[in-house]
């Protein structure tokens, strides 16, 4: 077991306490710090065996220590990538491609040689991903369904035209539309609606199970850095709002659109960075390659029902092989043996403190270790622990 030097990321919708407490840094950090990352990609690559660059480490004896059966599925790079998030503001509207059109979009776009900021792939990778809620956790998922739809349109007059549009298309066009307004057609659609709310939503008298919250959230969020209005207000109202309690697991499978608006989890995806946005962003949105890769076909969130293992883990179940995560909780004094796997696993202790078999450094919150493929180990808790086991799925 060797321990891994996470990756903070300072996005800006990031909060500044959570994870640097979660790291035991003495001071709340100056910029947000938005996500933690335990893995190999080239955008975040952590350290490990002494300060070496995970990936380059992996790379040098790629069999060994990501095991045989992986290099063959996934090829020399960690299938798939963990990471902590805290979410304090809405993140852009984003979908993430399958592995096929990945492949596709990844070649053409470095066949064109465009500039960095023109290309929608970082890698050839799909991103299927699941995330844990650490927290109360509130995101956007899916299109609603057409009664639920319905009901939006009724409820506000300014909509009148978006919802003939609708009618006479599909969801997709629907969308279209919305990303073909100019700013004075955006105006005159959206602002009655944030005029009817933001009284209420300023006097916090407005729950954040209503959509008009997270629009006048996200409003007021791009007006504070001199953003005007945009489409993807109106995807606010279009997706399903969902709200995750503490612990349950939801799945984004490629082509759905979905963003987080508030709270802490656990992310873990296959190995990629791919996302195309779909709106609340100052970045590019290129709606052509958009509505190739997304699903607007109505979608729902149902949390994952975990399968509890034969060692006391709970098993979120999702339909992709590139990972699997294992939630674990430990009581004082319990021992828990660290199964050998066929392929490396990524170990995170989100809280606690453990003793490793052979180390005398404890294992604190925040910390994570790599097991290698075929290592066996064992664990004991000195006091309440959550640990989690990333990994990819056995064949
Ligand atoms: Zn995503």
Redesign the pocket.
């Known amino acids: 077991m060797l321990e891994i030097q996470g990756v903070q990321q300072h996005y800006d919708w990031g909060g500044r306490c959570y994870i640097p407490m979660l790291l035991d840094l003495p001071e709340a950090s100056a910029q947000p710090v938005a996500e933690l990352w335990f893995g190999d990609h080239p955008s975040g690559d952590a350290r490990i065996a002494g300060d070496h660059a995970f990936s380059a480490w992996l790379k040098d004896s790629p069999v060994e220590r990501l095991g045989q059966d992986s290099v063959a599925r996934f090829g020399q790079r960690l299938p798939y990538l963990l990471k902590v998030l805290d979410v304090r503001q809405p993140l852009s509207i984003?979908v993430?491609p399958s592995l096929k059109q990945a492949k596709q979009g990844f070649a053409s776009e470095r066949v064109q040689d465009l500039p960095a900021e023109q290309c929608n792939y970082k890698d050839d990778n799909h991103?299927p991903?699941l995330m844990l809620a650490l927290s109360d956790f509130w995101l956007l998922h899916g299109l609603k369904r057409p009664e639920q739809l319905a009901l939006i349109f009724d409820d506000n007059p300014s909509l009148k035209r978006l919802e003939s549009v609708w009618q006479h298309t599909d969801n997709a066009g629907l969308v279209q539309h919305c990303f073909s307004l100019n700013a004075d057609e955006l105006a005159e659609v959206l602002e009655p609606i944030i005029e009817r709310h933001l009284a209420s939503y300023l006097a916090r008298e407005l729950p954040k199970s209503s959509p008009y919250f997270w629009l006048c959230r996200a409003y007021l969020r791009a007006q504070q850095s001199g953003q005007g209005l945009e489409a993807g207000l109106l995807m606010v109202l279009f997706l399903n709002l969902v709200y995750v309690a503490p612990g349950q697991v939801i799945f984004?499978d490629a082509g759905i659109p979905?963003a987080y608006l508030e709270g802490q989890n656990i992310e873990l995806m296959a190995n990629s960075d791919n996302?195309l946005r779909a709106g609340l962003t100052s970045k590019r949105v290129d709606v052509n390659e958009l509505l190739k890769v997304a699903d607007f076909s109505a979608a729902e969130a149902t949390p994952i029902e975990p399968i509890e293992l034969a060692d006391g883990g709970l098993d979120f179940p999702v339909p992709v092989d590139d990972f699997q995560l294992i939630a674990y909780q430990l009581e004082p004094g319990q021992q828990l043996v660290l199964e050998a796997a066929e392929s490396g696993s990524v170990w995170f202790l989100l809280s606690g403190e453990l003793s490793l078999q052979q180390q005398s450094k404890l294992w604190r919150e925040g910390e994570a270790y790599y097991q290698l493929p075929g290592e066996k180990s064992l664990v004991s808790a000195h006091s309440c622990c959550k640990l989690y086991r990333a990994k990819a799925k056995t064949e």
Do not use: F
Request: aromatic share 0%.
């Open positions: 984003q993430h991103k991903e984004q979905h996302v």
